[in-house]
Protein backbone atom coordinates (compact mmCIF):
# COMPACT_ATOMS: atom_id res chain seq x y z
CA UNK A 1 0.00 0.00 0.00
CA UNK A 2 1.21 3.10 -1.02
CA UNK A 3 3.88 2.37 -3.66
CA UNK A 4 3.50 2.76 -7.09
CA UNK A 5 4.74 0.79 -10.16
CA UNK A 6 7.44 2.18 -10.71
CA UNK A 7 8.21 2.04 -6.99
CA UNK A 8 7.96 -1.69 -7.62
CA UNK A 9 10.39 -1.61 -9.97
CA UNK A 10 12.76 0.62 -8.25
CA UNK A 11 12.76 -1.99 -5.64
CA UNK A 12 13.67 -5.19 -7.63
CA UNK A 13 16.52 -3.15 -9.15
CA UNK A 14 17.52 -2.61 -5.31
CA UNK A 15 16.30 0.92 -4.72
CA UNK A 16 14.39 0.64 -1.63
CA UNK A 17 12.81 4.05 -0.82
CA UNK A 18 9.91 5.00 -3.47
CA UNK A 19 10.24 7.96 -5.79
CA UNK A 20 7.07 9.96 -4.93
CA UNK A 21 5.52 10.38 -1.62
CA UNK A 22 2.33 8.94 -1.14
CA UNK A 23 -0.91 10.81 1.10
CA UNK A 24 -1.15 7.91 4.16
CA UNK A 25 -3.23 7.93 6.61
CA UNK A 26 -1.38 9.87 9.21
CA UNK A 27 -1.46 12.59 6.40
CA UNK A 28 -5.04 12.16 6.82
CA UNK A 29 -5.60 12.66 10.53
CA UNK A 30 -3.03 15.65 10.48
CA UNK A 31 -5.53 17.58 7.67
CA UNK A 32 -8.37 16.61 9.85
CA UNK A 33 -6.72 17.94 12.92
CA UNK A 34 -5.69 20.75 11.61
CA UNK A 35 -9.08 21.68 10.04
CA UNK A 36 -10.69 20.64 13.28
CA UNK A 37 -8.60 23.47 14.89
CA UNK A 38 -9.32 25.97 11.84
CA UNK A 39 -12.88 25.44 13.01
CA UNK A 40 -12.50 26.06 17.04
CA UNK A 41 -10.55 29.44 15.67
CA UNK A 42 -13.57 30.33 12.83
CA UNK A 43 -15.84 30.04 16.04
CA UNK A 44 -14.53 32.71 17.73
CA UNK A 45 -15.69 34.73 14.97
CA UNK A 46 -18.33 33.96 13.63
CA UNK A 47 -21.94 32.99 15.01
CA UNK A 48 -20.52 29.40 13.94
CA UNK A 49 -21.50 27.12 16.97
CA UNK A 50 -19.46 23.41 16.39
CA UNK A 51 -20.04 22.90 19.88
CA UNK A 52 -23.00 24.23 20.35
CA UNK A 53 -26.15 22.65 22.50
CA UNK A 54 -27.90 19.97 19.71
CA UNK A 55 -32.07 20.24 19.18
CA UNK A 56 -34.86 18.63 20.84
CA UNK A 57 -38.14 17.72 19.88
CA UNK A 58 -40.67 19.35 21.39
CA UNK A 59 -44.76 19.21 21.35
CA UNK A 60 -46.18 23.20 20.81
CA UNK A 61 -49.16 24.82 20.83
CA UNK A 62 -49.34 27.74 18.86
CA UNK A 63 -52.53 30.36 17.86
CA UNK A 64 -51.98 31.79 14.28
CA UNK A 65 -54.50 34.95 14.15
CA UNK A 66 -55.48 35.79 10.51
CA UNK A 67 -57.34 38.49 9.35
CA UNK A 68 -59.60 39.43 5.93
CA UNK A 69 -60.80 35.64 5.42
CA UNK A 70 -63.85 35.31 3.63
CA UNK A 71 -66.41 33.65 5.32
CA UNK A 72 -66.58 30.25 3.34
CA UNK A 73 -62.98 29.67 3.05
CA UNK A 74 -63.21 30.47 7.08
CA UNK A 75 -65.89 27.66 7.54
CA UNK A 76 -63.58 25.12 6.11
CA UNK A 77 -61.10 25.17 8.62
CA UNK A 78 -61.92 22.52 11.09
CA UNK A 79 -60.96 20.50 14.53
CA UNK A 80 -58.81 17.52 14.08
CA UNK A 81 -58.12 19.05 10.36
CA UNK A 82 -54.03 18.82 9.02
CA UNK A 83 -51.63 21.65 8.79
CA UNK A 84 -49.49 21.03 6.05
CA UNK A 85 -46.01 22.53 4.70
CA UNK A 86 -46.31 24.92 1.38
CA UNK A 87 -42.71 23.58 0.28
CA UNK A 88 -42.07 20.65 1.24
CA UNK A 89 -46.22 19.30 1.43
CA UNK A 90 -45.82 17.42 4.36
CA UNK A 91 -48.17 17.69 7.07
CA UNK A 92 -46.72 20.04 10.23
CA UNK A 93 -49.66 19.84 12.74
CA UNK A 94 -53.15 19.72 13.63
CA UNK A 95 -56.12 21.81 14.27
CA UNK A 96 -56.76 21.47 17.95
CA UNK A 97 -58.64 25.08 18.45
CA UNK A 98 -60.24 27.17 15.48
CA UNK A 99 -62.50 30.39 16.57
CA UNK A 100 -64.38 32.88 14.15
CA UNK A 101 -65.11 36.61 14.57
CA UNK A 102 -66.27 39.17 12.83
CA UNK A 103 -63.44 41.20 11.31
CA UNK A 104 -63.34 44.69 12.87
CA UNK A 105 -61.51 48.32 11.43
CA UNK A 106 -60.81 50.26 13.80
CA UNK A 107 -61.88 54.24 13.14
CA UNK A 108 -61.67 57.49 15.23
CA UNK A 109 -64.48 58.30 17.50
CA UNK A 110 -64.44 61.81 17.86
CA UNK A 111 -66.70 62.09 21.33
CA UNK A 112 -64.48 59.07 23.46
CA UNK A 113 -61.05 60.87 21.32
CA UNK A 114 -60.05 56.99 21.24
CA UNK A 115 -60.35 54.56 17.94
CA UNK A 116 -63.22 51.99 18.29
CA UNK A 117 -63.84 48.58 16.74
CA UNK A 118 -66.67 48.80 13.91
CA UNK A 119 -67.32 45.09 12.44
CA UNK A 120 -67.41 45.12 8.62
CA UNK A 121 -70.63 45.36 6.89
CA UNK A 122 -72.22 42.25 5.13
CA UNK A 123 -71.65 42.07 1.21
CA UNK A 124 -74.79 41.46 -0.86
CA UNK A 125 -74.27 37.55 -0.65
CA UNK A 126 -74.39 38.02 3.30
CA UNK A 127 -70.62 37.74 3.94
CA UNK A 128 -68.38 39.08 6.14
CA UNK A 129 -64.65 39.07 6.93
CA UNK A 130 -63.63 36.82 9.43
CA UNK A 131 -60.80 37.15 11.57
CA UNK A 132 -59.85 33.51 12.46
CA UNK A 133 -57.50 32.00 15.75
CA UNK A 134 -56.55 28.76 14.31
CA UNK A 135 -54.45 26.89 17.29
CA UNK A 136 -52.38 24.10 15.99
CA UNK A 137 -50.81 21.45 18.17
CA UNK A 138 -47.33 19.89 16.15
CA UNK A 139 -43.49 18.68 16.50
CA UNK A 140 -41.02 21.50 17.02
CA UNK A 141 -37.15 21.17 17.16
CA UNK A 142 -35.58 23.66 20.12
CA UNK A 143 -32.54 25.17 20.41
CA UNK A 144 -31.46 27.75 22.41
CA UNK A 145 -31.23 30.87 20.39
CA UNK A 146 -33.07 28.99 17.76
CA UNK A 147 -35.84 28.52 19.61
CA UNK A 148 -38.74 26.27 18.34
CA UNK A 149 -39.01 25.72 15.01
CA UNK A 150 -41.83 23.42 12.73
CA UNK A 151 -40.13 21.77 9.59
CA UNK A 152 -37.47 24.59 9.65
CA UNK A 153 -39.90 27.66 10.28
CA UNK A 154 -39.66 29.75 14.20
CA UNK A 155 -43.01 30.21 15.70
CA UNK A 156 -42.68 32.78 18.24
CA UNK A 157 -45.16 35.12 19.49
CA UNK A 158 -45.44 38.09 16.84
CA UNK A 159 -43.84 36.60 13.91
CA UNK A 160 -45.68 35.73 10.54
CA UNK A 161 -46.80 32.56 10.25
CA UNK A 162 -48.54 30.67 7.23
CA UNK A 163 -50.73 27.92 7.38
CA UNK A 164 -51.51 25.68 4.54
CA UNK A 165 -54.68 23.39 4.73
CA UNK A 166 -55.90 21.42 1.19
CA UNK A 167 -58.53 23.83 1.11
CA UNK A 168 -57.71 27.42 2.37
CA UNK A 169 -54.12 28.94 2.77
CA UNK A 170 -53.27 32.20 4.88
CA UNK A 171 -50.87 33.83 6.50
CA UNK A 172 -51.47 35.94 9.90
CA UNK A 173 -49.63 36.70 13.13
CA UNK A 174 -48.71 34.08 16.00
CA UNK A 175 -50.21 35.23 19.32
CA UNK A 176 -49.23 32.55 21.53
CA UNK A 177 -46.78 29.50 21.63
CA UNK A 178 -47.00 26.80 24.63
CA UNK A 179 -45.41 24.05 25.31
CA UNK A 180 -47.77 21.14 25.62
CA UNK A 181 -47.18 19.32 28.91
CA UNK A 182 -45.01 21.93 30.20
CA UNK A 183 -45.85 23.94 33.38
CA UNK A 184 -43.31 26.66 32.58
CA UNK A 185 -45.53 28.31 29.78
CA UNK A 186 -49.11 26.95 30.75
CA UNK A 187 -48.72 29.12 34.03
CA UNK A 188 -48.23 32.69 32.57
CA UNK B 1 31.52 6.70 -4.74
CA UNK B 2 30.27 9.16 -6.97
CA UNK B 3 27.03 7.28 -7.85
CA UNK B 4 26.32 6.37 -3.94
CA UNK B 5 25.62 10.12 -2.98
CA UNK B 6 23.75 10.94 -5.93
CA UNK B 7 21.57 8.18 -5.17
CA UNK B 8 21.25 9.05 -1.43
CA UNK B 9 20.31 12.70 -2.75
CA UNK B 10 17.53 11.17 -5.24
CA UNK B 11 16.10 9.19 -1.88
CA UNK B 12 15.62 12.49 0.35
CA UNK B 13 12.11 13.06 0.74
CA UNK B 14 10.40 15.54 -1.25
CA UNK B 15 8.73 18.78 -0.86
CA UNK B 16 5.45 18.55 -2.50
CA UNK B 17 1.83 20.46 -3.06
CA UNK B 18 0.31 18.42 0.10
CA UNK B 19 3.39 20.26 2.38
CA UNK B 20 3.08 23.17 1.18
CA UNK B 21 -1.05 23.14 1.39
CA UNK B 22 -0.33 21.80 4.97
CA UNK B 23 2.09 24.76 5.90
CA UNK B 24 -0.06 27.57 4.92
CA UNK B 25 -2.72 26.00 6.57
CA UNK B 26 -1.05 25.54 10.05
CA UNK B 27 0.20 29.52 9.56
CA UNK B 28 -3.36 30.40 8.96
CA UNK B 29 -4.71 28.93 12.25
CA UNK B 30 -1.38 30.66 14.28
CA UNK B 31 -2.30 34.06 12.19
CA UNK B 32 -5.82 33.40 13.93
CA UNK B 33 -5.54 33.22 16.78
CA UNK B 34 -2.49 36.01 16.97
CA UNK B 35 -5.31 37.88 15.64
CA UNK B 36 -8.20 36.43 18.17
CA UNK B 37 -5.67 37.56 21.17
CA UNK B 38 -3.40 40.62 20.10
CA UNK B 39 -4.42 42.33 17.16
CA UNK B 40 -7.96 42.49 17.89
CA UNK B 41 -6.95 44.57 20.91
CA UNK B 42 -4.49 46.72 19.13
CA UNK B 43 -6.66 47.39 16.66
CA UNK B 44 -9.85 48.27 19.21
CA UNK B 45 -12.04 45.75 18.41
CA UNK B 46 -11.93 44.25 21.88
CA UNK B 47 -11.73 46.43 24.38
CA UNK B 48 -12.87 46.04 27.63
CA UNK B 49 -16.87 44.94 27.86
CA UNK B 50 -18.56 46.17 30.49
CA UNK B 51 -22.76 45.93 31.05
CA UNK B 52 -24.73 48.33 29.54
CA UNK B 53 -28.89 48.69 29.78
CA UNK B 54 -30.39 49.31 26.67
CA UNK B 55 -34.02 50.58 26.81
CA UNK B 56 -36.13 49.75 23.96
CA UNK B 57 -39.90 50.55 22.48
CA UNK B 58 -42.28 48.34 20.62
CA UNK B 59 -45.51 48.82 18.94
CA UNK B 60 -48.40 48.39 17.58
CA UNK B 61 -48.17 44.57 18.44
CA UNK B 62 -50.99 42.08 19.69
CA UNK B 63 -51.95 42.41 23.63
CA UNK B 64 -50.71 38.88 24.28
CA UNK B 65 -47.36 39.36 23.61
CA UNK B 66 -46.16 41.04 26.81
CA UNK B 67 -47.23 37.06 28.66
CA UNK B 68 -44.36 35.08 27.23
CA UNK B 69 -41.75 37.22 28.38
CA UNK B 70 -40.13 37.39 31.64
CA UNK B 71 -37.28 38.89 33.32
CA UNK B 72 -34.22 36.72 32.74
CA UNK B 73 -35.01 35.49 29.28
CA UNK B 74 -32.43 35.61 26.80
CA UNK B 75 -32.26 37.65 23.73
CA UNK B 76 -30.82 36.52 20.45
CA UNK B 77 -30.12 37.80 17.13
CA UNK B 78 -31.60 35.76 13.78
CA UNK B 79 -28.53 33.96 13.55
CA UNK B 80 -28.26 32.45 17.04
CA UNK B 81 -26.36 34.96 18.44
CA UNK B 82 -26.75 36.45 22.11
CA UNK B 83 -27.44 39.63 22.74
CA UNK B 84 -28.24 39.94 26.64
CA UNK B 85 -30.94 39.32 29.27
CA UNK B 86 -34.29 41.44 29.39
CA UNK B 87 -34.38 43.46 33.00
CA UNK B 88 -37.73 43.05 35.19
CA UNK B 89 -39.51 46.73 35.06
CA UNK B 90 -38.70 47.17 38.53
CA UNK B 91 -34.48 47.26 37.14
CA UNK B 92 -34.96 50.31 34.65
CA UNK B 93 -38.30 52.01 36.08
CA UNK B 94 -40.36 53.33 39.42
CA UNK B 95 -42.72 50.53 37.67
CA UNK B 96 -44.55 47.04 39.46
CA UNK B 97 -45.48 44.08 37.64
CA UNK B 98 -48.48 45.17 38.57
CA UNK B 99 -48.70 48.83 37.77
CA UNK B 100 -46.62 48.34 34.63
CA UNK B 101 -49.42 45.67 33.15
CA UNK B 102 -46.13 43.16 32.51
CA UNK B 103 -43.57 41.63 34.03
CA UNK B 104 -40.45 42.84 31.73
CA UNK B 105 -42.68 45.29 30.02
CA UNK B 106 -44.10 48.70 30.51
CA UNK B 107 -47.82 48.01 28.88
CA UNK B 108 -50.12 50.65 27.31
CA UNK B 109 -52.76 50.46 24.84
CA UNK B 110 -51.31 51.10 21.17
CA UNK B 111 -51.56 55.12 19.84
CA UNK B 112 -51.01 56.36 16.47
CA UNK B 113 -51.87 59.76 15.09
CA UNK B 114 -54.68 59.56 12.53
CA UNK B 115 -56.78 61.95 10.52
CA UNK B 116 -60.49 62.61 11.73
CA UNK B 117 -63.29 63.24 9.86
CA UNK B 118 -62.36 66.96 9.36
CA UNK B 119 -58.81 65.74 7.86
CA UNK B 120 -57.23 66.99 11.13
CA UNK B 121 -54.49 65.00 12.67
CA UNK B 122 -55.48 63.07 16.35
CA UNK B 123 -53.31 61.33 18.24
CA UNK B 124 -56.16 58.24 19.06
CA UNK B 125 -55.68 54.72 21.26
CA UNK B 126 -56.77 51.81 20.35
CA UNK B 127 -59.39 49.82 22.79
CA UNK B 128 -58.23 47.44 25.44
CA UNK B 129 -57.57 44.04 24.16
CA UNK B 130 -56.45 45.07 20.97
CA UNK B 131 -52.93 46.17 20.32
CA UNK B 132 -50.44 47.77 22.44
CA UNK B 133 -47.24 49.64 22.46
CA UNK B 134 -44.62 49.18 25.40
CA UNK B 135 -41.55 49.57 26.82
CA UNK B 136 -38.60 47.32 27.95
CA UNK B 137 -34.92 47.01 28.56
CA UNK B 138 -32.45 44.39 28.48
CA UNK B 139 -28.96 44.16 30.10
CA UNK B 140 -25.92 43.36 27.52
CA UNK B 141 -22.13 43.85 27.14
CA UNK B 142 -20.53 46.26 25.27
CA UNK B 143 -18.72 49.16 25.00
CA UNK B 144 -17.91 52.41 23.36
CA UNK B 145 -14.73 52.90 20.54
CA UNK B 146 -12.49 55.44 20.48
CA UNK B 147 -15.08 57.88 17.79
CA UNK B 148 -18.05 57.24 20.55
CA UNK B 149 -20.04 54.88 18.93
CA UNK B 150 -21.72 51.63 21.00
CA UNK B 151 -20.77 48.10 20.05
CA UNK B 152 -22.30 45.63 21.46
CA UNK B 153 -20.35 42.81 22.51
CA UNK B 154 -17.49 45.40 21.34
CA UNK B 155 -19.09 44.67 17.44
CA UNK B 156 -22.61 45.25 16.93
CA UNK B 157 -23.19 49.10 16.28
CA UNK B 158 -26.27 50.13 18.01
CA UNK B 159 -28.08 53.17 18.86
CA UNK B 160 -31.01 54.99 19.48
CA UNK B 161 -33.04 55.12 16.81
CA UNK B 162 -31.94 51.87 15.08
CA UNK B 163 -34.97 49.15 14.50
CA UNK B 164 -33.67 45.63 15.18
CA UNK B 165 -35.43 42.57 15.51
CA UNK B 166 -34.43 39.97 18.80
CA UNK B 167 -35.81 36.37 19.60
CA UNK B 168 -36.41 34.97 22.84
CA UNK B 169 -37.05 31.35 22.42
CA UNK B 170 -40.68 31.87 21.94
CA UNK B 171 -41.34 35.68 20.48
CA UNK B 172 -40.05 37.90 18.39
CA UNK B 173 -39.74 41.43 19.46
CA UNK B 174 -39.36 44.18 16.59
CA UNK B 175 -37.94 47.15 18.52
CA UNK B 176 -36.50 50.70 18.18
CA UNK B 177 -33.44 51.35 20.30
CA UNK B 178 -34.75 54.06 23.23
CA UNK B 179 -31.30 54.24 25.06
CA UNK B 180 -28.46 53.06 25.97
CA UNK B 181 -26.40 53.73 29.26
CA UNK B 182 -23.82 52.33 31.74
CA UNK B 183 -25.70 49.31 33.76
CA UNK B 184 -26.20 50.16 37.72
Known sequence: MGYTISDERRRDSGENKPLHRRINVLDIIFIIVILLAALFVASFFTPLNIFGSKSEQRTISYTVEIEGVEAGLADSVRNGDVVYDSVSKSAVGVVTAVKKSDMVKYVYNPELGILEAVAYPQDNNQNTPKTLRITIQATADYSAGSGYRVKGSRISVGSPVTLCFPGFTGTGTCIAVYIVGGTEEAER | ?184
Request: aromatic share 12%.
Open chain 2, 1 to 184: MNGDSKKESKNKVRFNILDAIIILVVLLCIAGIVFRYTLMDRLGLREELTDFQVTFRIEGVNYTLPGFLKEGDRLYFDDGTEVGELLGVAKFSAYTKQTAGSETLIVRPSARYITDSGGRPVYASYPEFTLIDADGAFICRGTYSSEGYFLLDGKKYLAPGQRITLYTDTVTLQMTITGISPAQ
